[in-house]
């Protein structure tokens, strides 16, 4: 009974990756029932563990539509947040539009998120964003696979189609690594890794949801240790006043990745301190960083924006 509990919570996952949002309420309807049965029948004291897991995928469904998006007769728009040919601006492309993004590494480690399992809700957005919808099946509506119909194997001759093992020198969409709370450690090896599979005229890029890490430098003299930077988890070890936060990203712990193009989003009340990161190799670098207050008109609970 605890393996189908399991199963239960794992193909809500798959269904909020696919944004089956309909399947994924009958799924907390069915799991919710199986939890009572469950729990008065085998084992009674599990039943306050698997309420914090019903609870969670509940709020995390609920936070995902707080903010509605009306037409002027106040009918709610349904969006997709993927890129399909509906939804990006034709761009007219040139010589110099050469690197396509092939890697990203998104990380949540962000305080009180609202989350189901290790997906928060910040890295689930970003996930649904740089997602491009299969071109036969852009048409494709929240409830339906975005995968649908679509052939797995390919037909030699074809586009996509491969022999011997090689390897494509472009994705359809990009590799992605998840990182809920990671150590600094695993952050580092895991943008090593994306930065070793880059291919000729790839992109790398990192997405950190995360608290700020405070400097106490009264006199900065290196930009790329001294003004702090993002924790990547909440571990601490002891308070050492005098050294630097070991579990905190600092800017120039991105120096060595600046040898191929590099896009970095921060999302932090310390993002600001990225904007000194120097470009010693000559690549592309682009950063963009969160404000540091959130306006007023956006501070309340719901959000209606009509166009």
Known sequence: MVKKLRYYARFIVVCLLLRRMK????????????????????????????????????????????VSVM?????????????????????????????????????GSASEQVKFSELTMDMFRMIQTLEREPQEDYNHVYDASPATGRNPYAVPGSKGYMENGERPNRRDNPHKYLLYKPSLSQVLVFLASGFKELPANGALLLYMSADGCFSTTKHPEDMGYDLGGVLTSGRRDGDHKKQKE???????????????????????????????????????????????DTPPAFQGNYVNICV
Request: aromatic letters at 10%; glycine letters at 4%; one cysteine or more.
């Open 23 to 66: 399947l994924v309420r009958e799924l907390i309807v069915e799991l919710d029932r199986h939890i009572a049965e469950y729990t008065s029948t085998y084992e009674p004291d599990d039943q306050i563990e698997w309420s914090l897991v019903l609870d969670e995928i509940k709020g995390f469904v609920t936070a995902d539509g707080l």
């Open 71 to 107: 037409h002027a007769d106040t009918n709610p728009i349904v969006l997709s947040h993927r890129l399909s040919p509906l939804t990006t601006p034709p761009v007219e492309k040139n010589q110099y539009m050469t690197l396509t993004l092939q890697e990203i590494l998104i990380v």
């Open 246 to 292: 070991s579990h905190c990203l600092y800017p120039g712990d991105l120096y060595p990745f600046t040898r191929r193009p590099l896009f970095v989003i921060v999302d932090s009340d310390n993002s600001f301190v990225f904007q000194h990161i120097p470009r010693y190799f000559g690549q592309p670098l682009v950063t963009l960083m969160s404000p540091q």
